[in-house]
């Protein structure tokens, strides 16, 4: 008996606490949401940062990705499921900088931005710093934000990146052009 209301009560209180974050969000008027996560591969930081310009290859290891349809040098269109249901926008890169770094933004659809860079901490090991900017829209999006499950997407995104790669040894393409910020 003892246990059941603990747990009534730590569910309650976690239902306070999300609703006040809901609350807070909402009233700030400030409905992006930041992410910042890191990760260590054992690949050279060439080998780090041409894999990670395959964005074809996304869905290979970002979950929820269901295509990554690059249109030219600098846009992207995506396809992906969010909360259930499947959206759909376009994506242009603001800047890329070989072995160094690649920052995006949205232009139309599901509001995001960030930048991956890219840190050669050997000869054979690299560390990827990726942070990121979303809106989340609708009532469940905001609920799994909340709840930090895009953050936990997110990390296993980037440790089925390691391990896509690490097994792999090597990039399966790469493209090594500049794009200078704008």
């Avoid at 569910?11 to 949401?33: D, I, P, T």
């Avoid at 910042?36 to 290859?57: G, L």
Wanted: without cysteine; negative net charge; proline residues 3%.
């Amino acid at each position: 008996m003892l246990g059941k209301i603990v747990t009534l009560a730590a569910m309650a209180a976690g239902g306070v606490m999300l609703s006040k974050q809901l609350r807070r969000s909402r009233e700030s008027g400030h409905n992006l949401s930041t992410i910042e996560e890191t990760i260590e591969i054992d690949v050279p930081v060439s080998t780090a940062y041409n894999q990670w310009t395959q964005f074809e290859d996304f869905p290979k290891f970002m979950e929820g990705v269901r295509e990554v349809r690059q249109l030219d040098d600098t846009h992207l269109h995506w396809r992906a499921e969010i909360g259930g249901k499947e959206e759909e926008w376009d994506a242009e890169i603001t800047e890329q900088v070989p072995d160094t770094r690649i920052a995006w933004r949205s232009t139309g659809g599901v509001q995001n931005s960030g930048v991956v860079s890219f840190y050669e901490l050997s000869d054979s090991r690299t560390r990827i710093v990726l942070k990121m900017e979303y809106g989340p829209k609708g009532f469940l999006e905001e609920v799994a934000d909340a709840l930090g499950i895009v953050k936990m997407r997110t990390k296993g995104d980037l440790r089925r990146f390691k391990e896509f790669l690490e097994n792999r040894g090597k990039e399966t393409g790469a493209w090594r052009g500049s794009v200078p910020q704008h």
